[in-house]
């Protein structure tokens, strides 16, 4: 099945600076990876996806690149602010295949932004 | 239009009780899947419902069972209660027919084991 790796575990930033979090995945047959930010005690919430097919998707000022050849995929957030502070899951699936809503997610990434 | 919505949202139970979880999903969609986030850790995949079927499975034992009913709704139950089965417990529901991939997740019900 699949496995997804996610790094860092922790992340701590200033106000403003950008914040970068990687992801890989095993299974080749993976087409869908969305990403998820969860505050304390609240429910997943997707910001951001992005399938096989394209390479790079930006929405303000949170971006998702792919690597298919490397099985990777990473998180881009820019100017971050106090609000970002969060777990951030990736995840993978193979979103219409036999494995369809089955998401695989990484062991998250506690990011901190400091005023 | 109402999101993904699950009950209760936190219970104690005591280790071999059995635990009813509740489950509607975004209005229009028919699949629901339950995941369990122990804490600090991120969603396992327990099973899939769609057409009030299990369509799929994760690695759990057979203490953990579901159904899904006409109107989409699901359960989630789990028998013989063990210390390692607190956690949040989470719906999420999506659309079979044109599927994006995209999951709605519901606020969870939080489980704890005593």
């Known amino acids: 099945g699949e496995n997804v790796e996610q790094h860092p575990s922790t992340l701590s930033v200033q106000e ?36 096989s097919n394209v390479g790079e998707k930006k929405d303000q000022r949170i971006a998702v690149t792919l690597n298919k050849t490397a099985k990777h995929f990473s998180l ?18 193979n979103a219409g295949g036999t ?6 997610f990484g062991q998250g990434t506690i990011l901190t932004v400091h005023p | 239009d109402a999101g993904v919505t699950q009950s209760p949202t936190h219970l104690i139970k005591t280790r071999g009780q059995q635990v009813t979880l509740r489950c509607s999903p975004k209005s ?24 009030e079927e299990e369509r799929q499975r994760g690695n759990f034992p057979d203490r953990f069972s579901g159904h899904q009913f006409p109107n989409y709704s699901s359960e989630l139950n789990v028998n013989a209660l063990l210390l390692g089965d607190s956690a949040l ?26």
């Open chain 1, 16 to 51: 403003g600076d950008s914040a970068v979090i990687k992801c890989t995945y095993s299974d080749s047959a993976s087409n869908y990876f969305p990403w998820y930010k969860q505050e304390l005690g609240k429910r997943p919430q997707l910001i951001i996806d992005i399938r």
């Open chain 1, 76 to 93: 881009h957030i820019t100017e971050t602010q106090p609000e970002d502070s969060a777990v951030y899951f990736c995840a993978a699936t």
């Open chain 1, 99 to 104: 494995s369809y809503g089955k998401l695989t």
């Open chain 2, 28 to 51: 229009g969609h028919d699949t629901v899947s339950w995941y369990q986030q122990a804490l600090g850790q991120g969603p396992q995949f327990i099973f899939q419902y769609y057409e």
């Open chain 2, 89 to 114: 417990y989470l719906c999420a529901s999506s659309l079979t027919r044109r599927s994006t991939g995209e999951l709605f997740f519901g606020e969870g019900s939080r489980l704890t084991v005593l």
